[in-house]
């Protein structure tokens, strides 16, 4: 199995930017990881920013050469999902995955995932991945609604280069799964973890809320939730979000 090449960054704009930008330039090689300190204008999901306190967690972005067809791009979501809910485990964290792109421990988020894909004709060639974990912070700012850190769950300082080495390992294996085609498997494993999964929880869609329960993603990424009038719902990205 081909090691990672890691770049260790103190400061940048953006690892996902700086990710593009060497690509773009052919100076990035099939699994890369560029780790940064800092990010400067750190991004999540949308238009959300990502808030980090200097060389306390991990900011980076992993670069990897892939071969699935674009229906089937939920599974990189799925497989970088996995793998981080593997590296908190290793730490006696128990963690939930929050559809579509979030790590959750308890009901605070601990992780966050953004993947920029690329395409070639109807099959995803290669991928940028940038994750943001929580690693070695005490205090976060008090407009961040519910963060919470690997450090405040388990009285621990982690070496941040360490973790991004085993979550490098727990990729490629759930990625070699993907590419030998080990769908339902992983399809089945990343169901079982989804956060809220058949709780009652307070939904909003088009500007109304409604109580409902998760049943489960579908393998194109749309989440399933059921209304308490027993109608199931399917919702993209953007088009449903949580209330409690």
């Known amino acids: 199995m081909k090691n990672w090449k890691i770049f260790k960054l103190e400061s940048c704009e953006s690892t996902n930017n700086l990710a593009k ?51 089937k791009h939920f599974f990189l979501i799925i497989i ?10 290793d730490s006696r964290i128990d963690s939930r995955i929050k ?28 991928t940028i991945i940038g994750v943001g974990l929580n690693v070695n912070q005490d205090i976060f700012p008090e407009w961040i609604p519910n963060p919470v850190s690997m450090n405040q769950l388990t009285q621990e300082t982690s070496v941040v280069s360490s973790l991004l080495e085993k979550l490098t390992l727990y990729i490629d294996n759930n990625h070699n799964d993907l590419l030998n085609g080990s769908f339902e498997e992983l399809f089945h494993r990343y169901n079982k973890l989804l956060y809220k ?25 749309k989440l399933l939730v059921e209304t308490d009038g027993g109608q199931m719902k399917h919702f993209l990205f953007g088009e449903v979000k949580y209330v409690i």
Not at 38 to 50: D, I, K, L, V
Not at 81 to 89: D, G, N, V, W
């Open 197 to 221: 999964l058949n709780t009652w929880s307070i939904f909003e869609s088009n500007g109304h809320s409604f109580n409902g329960q998760i049943r489960g993603v579908m393998p194109d990424g």
């Open 80 to 89: 970088v999902s996995l793998a981080l809910h593997e590296l908190l485990k």
């Open 99 to 126: 559809w579509p792109n979030d790590i959750y421990a308890g009901n605070r988020k601990i992780a966050g995932i953004l993947i920029e894909n690329s395409l070639m004709r109807n099959t995803i060639v290669d």
């Open 21 to 71: 930008q060497m690509k773009l330039k052919g100076e990035i090689d099939n699994k890369t990881a560029i780790l940064s300190d800092f990010q400067t204008s750190g991004r999540g999901q949308g238009q959300n920013a990502w808030h980090s306190e200097p060389t306390k967690n991990m900011l980076c972005s992993l670069y990897f050469k892939t071969d699935i067809a674009v229906e």
